[in-house]
């Protein structure tokens, strides 16, 4: 699997939309770029995922780059709730495990 | 709503001591995982199983077992703790093998003294 390259941490104020960017110039063309997060003390939790397309869910927005070899994720309209680590994982369908990366910490500012 | 339930929260145990982490599923995934946490080397996977009574093992299976009998349980077993086991237990499971949508449970943490 490519390699995702992340900010480590990420401040973004209340209301506003938070955008997590995500390297993987190494991406294959068989590669979905997957997202999770994980709020503290909870397991991971899917948030969307995307091959070539934008894709747009009720959690959050996914812009893929034309070359694919970045991404951003957006929370359009950021809460208290939304502090957590986000996590860009290049997966291949049928690779059977997902890699986690350090992925980003994301801190909502009241 | 999609359930995956890890059967303890926390536990601590002794060095030596046989631990089972249990993990149920209610959504009839075929796949189920175990994953472990650590500060500083994210989430490595231990195990996995795509169908009952069969396993794979994952990056670092050495210290632990696994037993699927059941569809939708998927347990853990350290057979002799060891503190450097010590860490955040996480299950997962999945409807298909070839999806990265997985279903992640609160965790387990356990301490070994």
Known sequence: ???????????????????????????????????????????????????????????????????????????????????????????????????????TRLTINP | DVKVTQSSRYLVKRTGEKVFLECVQDMDHENMFWYRQDPGLGLRLIYFSYDVKMKEKGDIPEGYSVSREKKERFSLILESASTNQTSMYLCASSFQLDTGELFFGEGSRLTVL
């Open chain 1, 1 to 103: 699997d490519a390699k995702t390259t992340q900010p480590t941490s990420m401040d973004c104020a209340e209301g506003r939309a938070a955008n997590l960017p995500c390297n993987h110039s190494t991406i294959s063309g068989n590669e979905y770029v997957y997202w999770y997060r994980q709020i503290h003390s909870q397991g991971p939790q899917y948030i969307i995922h995307g091959l070539k397309n934008n894709e747009t869910n009720e959690m959050a927005s996914l812009i893929i780059t034309e070359d694919r070899k970045s991404s951003t994720l957006i929370l359009p309209h950021a809460t208290l709730r939304d502090t957590a680590v986000y996590y860009c994982i290049a997966f291949i369908q049928g690779a059977q495990k997902l890699v986690f990366g350090q992925g």
